[in-house]
């Protein structure tokens, strides 16, 4: 091939490469190693992770059902996987199309007008709000109230977003008999417009929050309301339009995506329909084709960074499409008698787990008064860092013994049971 | 319907306050199991992608992946691994990650590698903060402005504009490299960074960059390296050596990640050292007891994901680095380029490539300016009768620089007869443009939809 375009040694093909920039020695330093073998070393690696016993870790990623059928026809399906962003409607139907369900998805769980295509993670989606916010306001720089009860990465994420802008954060602190943040906290304490309250429900340490009264209280103080949600959970829980939030923002890897350490995240975002031409990302619309047949292609795009460069709604580019198709399809799998069902067995194994703190008469209790779904926060008398519990001190360092106990659906009787006899030491 | 996990009963929810609960029924579509499989099947089938079609998009990178990152993923101890587990629990994903870093921060020529940024244009904004901590940490605050060729990605400027950063565009030359006067003129003690992607997206090397390096640095400045088109030097000369002192590198383009229809990817950035300790945290370490998460110092910019970025498509790439290694990584770069000129010499016959009088590097833009003069037909009109052969199409209208561009990137997993039929197929279209441009004016005829109505779309938005 070298020849036929002229020349003799292939490697002249990079000759406008100044030869004394070229590496001077192999970068890697080491040789190719054979599929066999990088698959046996994947699998060492993979043997170094323990998964020996059941986790009750949660905190924003959650061990849930990951129903095979998805795996298989979407997380593993190449005609979906092996493709680029849908450019070329004509020959990405099928992904906008089931981008198209995700929006419906996500649209009916939260109730709001429109949702986009997919952002990164929760953490990014809840940064990408706050802009959204303050882009549509008529202010130059403002302030952004946030409940200390909020996921602590979502809250440094904002912090880091935030920095180089002129918009304050004011953390409002939880109640901490109640676990839950007092509404009426949530107001303008300074001379600066508040641009954006931000509470998250359940909140991270599962505590519901009335995210109603918060939003009455954003709205009075002139703001506008983000609600963090998990989608689960709005099969029970007030949804985002009922609040009267203005955005929704969600991690969707509870939406029944595997765990991968945090990497296979799905930032949700949706909102009213004022913000509409504000929305950070893809958006996926129905239209037409030239024969009258229905069709779906990105729209809107005069919000993106490929058209309207510096003055884009957000950088977004790629975004986490394959995550989404997957939470779409979830979420028509499961429908709503199967989310609650989530939400109950959950609730359901967190009520054995609290009965049997009290009949084993452990030395534990409830750090917090208000109710919880999802996971409870615990106080315990000595340390239990041994267990797939999450300490709170590293966040909140006045619940020193505080632990966050998490439940899914795919906790078994036996593996609360087996819980409660670590924790009674036996 | 099947049980998909086991159920419990529980009063918790009904005992809930009816204020804190949902009112409005949740009206989901819900198919049977059997049902959704078939439907997303058969979606899956009305799309081109890498697997089944040469994808020669421009600036994209979609090469072919090797199946084995995706059979390392079904692998339980990374499926199942927790983010919030103790570092004791996880040590082989730590270790993965460790050895990405490393390799990564080999193969650029930087000193600090963080892998958090889940795509390019999150690892843009990522070091773009970065670059203002450095400077407020020296306190020289004045520096606001990111400087980016007219035909950068469009993510750059708009990576500039969320760090609060204003954008200066500086020209491109005749040749298609930066202009270095213009250049000059635009640095000032206000310059933050230059953004630069080299091979730049005309496919071409800047020749120049030792003193665009130069200047920038003279200037008090950084350099930034957008990873976009990595792959055309891979292994054979690094940024870090080129002058730059940040880079992101797209582990979904370079490093052999699948697309995904349009994601997750990943986007880590390396820096210079003078620039690691404004690195988002918390970091890996090397301790007695393995490896662990270190927090970050106060120099920090705090972090930059929920967890710790795209640890699947992270452990796809360092797969993939394994399969290479030096000899990989010079083959990937060698084959990217050939194949690039070896299409560039041949489309040059068909169509003209308005910067294609020397050597391209893993890509180059041809241009239907003269096509639609003389016969009416669009680069757009081109671009959907490819799809109607089975091939996706290349860029389109971007950079913006050439009018009527298609930005051409073959890759380096695509074999001479696949080129030579993309050539054939081309040949053929722009003698159909002259003689029947109706035939691309009505293309495609044979994709599961006729052209889209995206005016309409747009107008009056259907989006639930």
């Not at chain 1, 966040?395 to 087996?418: A, G, I, K, M, Q």
């Amino acid at each position: 091939m070298a020849r036929d375009i002229g020349l003799d040694d292939p490697e002249d093909v990079f000759a406008e490469i100044p030869p004394h920039l070229r590496a001077a020695r192999p970068p890697l330093g080491r040789g190719p190693i054979s599929q066999d073998a990088v698959l046996r070393l994947a699998a060492d690696r993979a043997a170094m992770v323990r998964v020996d016993r059941p986790t009750f870790l949660g905190a924003g990623f959650y061990d849930r059902f990951v129903p095979p059928a998805l795996v298989e026809s979407i997380l593993r399906r190449t005609d979906y996987y092996t493709a680029y962003t849908p450019y070329q409607a004509e020959a990405s139907q099928g992904i906008l199309e089931a981008l198209f369900e995700y929006q419906q998805g996500v649209c009916a769980l939260t109730g709001l007008d429109v949702s986009n295509a997919s952002l990164y993670d929760g953490a990014t989606a809840l940064a990408e709000a706050v802009l959204c916010l303050f882009g549509a306001s008529t202010h130059s720089s403002g302030t952004v109230l946030i409940s200390s009860a909020v996921n602590p990465h979502y809250r440094a994420v904002l912090r880091t977003y935030l920095s180089d802008l002129p918009i304050d954060i004011i953390e409002i602190p939880f109640c901490s008999e109640e676990g839950r943040t007092v509404p009426e906290s949530f107001k303008r304490t300074t001379a600066a417009p508040v641009i954006a309250v931000i509470a998250q429900n359940p909140n991270v340490f599962g505590v519901v929050e009335d995210m109603r009264a918060i939003s009455e209280n954003a709205r009075n103080a002139g703001a506008g309301f983000i609600h963090v949600y998990e989608p689960a959970s709005l099969s029970v829980l007030a949804t985002p339009a009922e609040t009267g939030a203005d955005i929704a923002v969600a991690e969707g890897q509870s939406l029944g995506l595997p765990l991968y350490y945090g990497g296979l995240a799905l930032g949700m975002f949706s909102a009213r329909e004022s913000f509409l031409r504000r929305l950070p990302g893809r958006i996926v619309g129905k239209t037409l084709d030239r024969d009258g047949h229905d069709a779906y292609c990105l729209t809107l795009q005069t919000r993106e960074q490929h058209i309207r460069r510096e003055k884009a709604t957000s950088n977004i580019c790629t975004n986490h499409t394959l995550c989404a198709i997957y939470a779409g399809a979830y979420l028509r799998l499961l429908g709503a008698e199967g989310l609650q069902a989530v939400v109950e067995t959950s609730a359901a194994r967190m009520e054995q787990f609290l009965d049997g703190v009290r009949s084993l008469n452990l030395n534990l209790q409830p750090a917090f008064t208000a109710p919880s779904l999802f996971e409870i926060a615990i106080r315990s008398d000595r340390p239990l860092d041994h267990l797939p519990i999450l300490p709170l001190r590293h966040h909140y360092p006045e619940l020193s013994n505080v632990y966050l106990v998490s439940f899914t659906e795919r906790r078994t009787e036996s593996d609360v049971d087996w819980l409660l006899s670590e924790v009674a030491g036996r | 319907m099947s049980l998909w996990f086991d159920t419990a009963r529980s009063h918790r929810i009904t005992s809930l306050p009816g204020h804190l609960r949902r009112r409005a029924p949740l009206l989901i579509d819900v198919l049977p199991e059997n049902d959704l499989v078939r439907h997303h099947v058969n979606l899956s089938r009305k799309n081109l992608c890498v697997d089944s079609s040469f994808y020669p998009l421009g600036s994209c990178t979609m090469k072919y992946s090797s199946k084995a990152g995706e059979a390392a993923a079904a692998e339980r101890g990374f499926f199942q691994a927790h983010p919030w587990q103790p570092d004791t629990e996880v040590q082989g994903v730590l270790a993965v990650l460790a050895e990405l870093q490393a390799d990564l921060a080999a193969l650029t020529g930087m000193d600090a590698v963080c892998l958090y940024p889940a795509a390019g244009a999150h690892g843009e904004l990522c070091a773009l903060k970065a670059a203002r901590q450095y400077f407020r940490l020296k306190k020289d605050t004045g520096r606001l402005e990111v400087l980016v060729p007219e035909n950068a990605h469009g993510t750059n400027p708009a990576s500039a504009s969320m760090a609060g950063l204003r954008v200066v565009v500086v020209k491109m030359n005749s040749a298609g490299r930066v202009d270095l006067p213009d250049l000059r003129a635009k640095l000032s003690n206000r310059t933050a960074v230059l953004m630069l992607t080299n091979p730049n997206t005309l496919g071409l090397f800047e020749t120049d960059i030792e003193s665009i390096a130069r200047e920038v640095h003279a200037a008090g400045g950084l350099l930034y390296y957008d990873g976009a088109n990595l792959n055309a030097i891979l292994g054979r000369v690094r940024p870090g050596d080129m002058g730059f002192d940040m880079v992101h590198v797209n582990l979904h383009k370079t490093f052999s990640i699948p697309h995904g229809a349009g994601g997750p990817g990943a986007g880590p950035i390396g820096v210079k050292a003078h620039l690691a300790p404004c690195l988002p945290g918390p970091y890996l370490t090397k301790s007695m007891f393995g490896h662990v998460w270190t927090p970050a110092g106060t120099e920090s910019i705090g972090r930059f994901h929920s967890a710790y970025g795209n640890f699947l498509n992270l452990m796809k790439a360092w797969v993939y680095l394994r399969l290479l290694g030096d000899d990989g990584a010079r083959r990937v770069s060698l084959a990217a380029v050939l194949n690039a000129n070896y299409l560039q010499e041949k489309i040059k016959q068909i169509l003209p490539v308005p910067y294609g009088a020397g050597r391209c590097m893993h890509e180059f833009v041809a241009s239907a300016q003269t096509i639609k003069e003389n016969f009416g037909v669009s680069a757009m009109d081109i671009a959907k009768r490819i799809l109607d052969e089975g091939i996706y199409a290349p860029t389109v209208y971007f950079p913006l620089l050439v009018r009527e561009a298609l930005m051409i990137e073959p890759t380096e997993t695509e074999r001479r007869e696949t080129l030579d039929h993309f050539v054939a197929l081309m040949k053929l279209i722009v003698e159909e443009a002259a003689a029947h441009p109706d035939r691309l004016h009505d293309a495609p005829v044979r994709q599961p939809v006729r052209r889209v109505d995206e005016v309409r779309a747009a107008r009056h938005p259907i989006l639930k």
